[in-house]
């Protein structure tokens, strides 16, 4: 069974919705963002993914599960696109069947929108995470986060900017200016965790491992005083890091799996050096 909570974001969203008069439309964003989540919910259950539970944000919520990216950077990519796609085809065959019924003209404009903001590419959003999974190719996993950090925060303030504007022609709604603080948060929770994220995970690094033939392998050289989030912070899925430990004339001393680091952090703190971590 899964949990259905409401955060308080959320909460808020649909008392300003009812404030306004709008409270069909307030229902209306209630079921579709349930929806919306049990897309990625069901996604993952067909993965064999534990869903723990469904947390409704405004313009989306998170379907909270076990860590989805010890399996590889497209599972997310998949889990993250189920919930626009469900949204999507509401609005498809409501805006069909809004032709001889002005009832589902309301779900159709609302799940659009909600297709459009979960596509934005800014974190915590769909569009976000599915964008991160793509620069993974390229970027470590900390590089990919910041990216849709800046890019998250930069919405986020043009939703506010735009919001003033609406206001200031008459309009009531501060819808834009909550999504743009979830928007906010939600990018300053990601970079806060993304840094050590990987290293918390000893099943991500055990299958990496398990499957090196399949995998990139990249070569991090550092020396003994060097800090462990700088290997970390170069740490990507579908990458095996491979750390080399170098004397100040340049020759390996010894050679560090990601797992090894990972120890080391578990052991030692974020802040140990390398030169902490023996084999």
């Known amino acids: 069974m899964i949990r259905i909570k409401f955060n308080a974001f959320f909460i808020l969203f649909l008392f300003a919705s009812l ?15 349930l929806l919306h989540e049990l897309g990625h919910a069901i996604i993952a259950k067909l993965l064999a993914i534990r869903v723990e539970e469904i947390e409704l944000f405004p313009f989306g919520g998170v379907a909270k599960m076990e860590d989805i990216t010890k399996y590889g950077g497209y599972m997310e990519a998949f889990i993250a696109i189920a919930g626009p796609g469900v949204s999507g085809v509401i609005a498809a065959i409501s805006a069909i069947l809004a032709l001889k019924s002005e009832f589902f003209a309301a779900i159709a404009q609302f799940n659009f929108i909600l297709l459009v903001f979960n ?51 008459g309009s009531n709604s501060f819808a834009f200016i909550i999504t ?29 491992h398990g499957s090196k ?5 990249r070569i991090i050289p550092v020396y003994d005083d060097t800090l462990v989030r700088f290997a970390a912070n170069q740490f990507s899925p579908g990458t095996v890091c491979i750390v080399h430990v170098l004397d100040n004339s340049g020759h390996i001393i010894r050679i560090l799996s990601e797992v090894d680091i990972m120890d080391g952090f578990l052991k030692y703190g974020y802040d140990s050096r390398i030169g902490q971590i023996k084999k």
């Open 213 to 217: 033939n399949r995998l990139k392998t």
């Open 19 to 33: 404030y306004t008069g709008y409270i069909s439309q307030s229902i209306t964003i209630f079921l579709s963002v």
């Open 119 to 169: 596509m934005l590419p800014a974190l915590p959003m769909d569009g976000g995470r599915i964008l991160r999974n793509i620069l993974l190719h390229h970027k470590s996993y900390k590089q990919a986060t910041k990216a849709m950090v800046v890019s998250g925060r930069l919405i986020a303030i043009a939703l506010v900017l735009y919001n003033i504007i609406v206001i200031y022609r």
């Open 180 to 208: 743009a603080v979830f928007i906010y948060l939600g990018c300053h929770k990601e970079m806060k965790f993304c840094s050590y994220y990987y290293l918390l995970n000893k099943n991500n690094y055990k299958k990496n």
